[in-house]
């Protein structure tokens, strides 16, 4: 069975720091093209950061210099470090795994992020 799991959200205030997990069952992981969207409330879901399957990582440029996607394909998890959180970061943080060759595509589903003082 495929799954992606999300986990690590929760509170923090401005200028902390949060580590986004996910972690992948049931599919070729090291295959996979992972990303991480976020939906704030009322707004539609956004790309936050991709990384290949070779490890070349990108991210937004809203994000950028604070956030850093990372992935370890032995344990199949993929990694979101948010440092420097703004109130703007606030939101639901979905992890994404889409195999650019086949089209094949999975989503988790989601973990809360909330920043405020």
């Known amino acids: 069975q495929v799954q992606l799991v999300e986990s690590g959200g929760g509170w923090m205030r401005p200028a902390g720091s949060l580590r986004l997990f996910c972690v992948g069952a049931?599919?070729?992981?090291?295959?996979?093209?992972l990303r991480w969207y976020r939906q704030a409330p009322g707004k539609e879901r956004e790309f936050v950061a991709r990384i290949t399957p070779g490890g070349s990582p990108t991210t937004d440029d809203s994000v950028k210099r604070r956030f850093t996607i990372i992935r370890d394909n032995f344990i199949s998890t993929v990694y979101l470090q948010m440092n420097d959180l703004q109130l703007e970061d606030t939101g639901v943080y979905f992890c994404n795994a889409i195999n650019t060759a086949t089209g094949r595509e999975y989503w988790g589903q989601g973990t809360l992020v909330t920043v405020s003082s």
């Open positions: 049931g599919f070729r992981f090291d295959t996979y093209v």
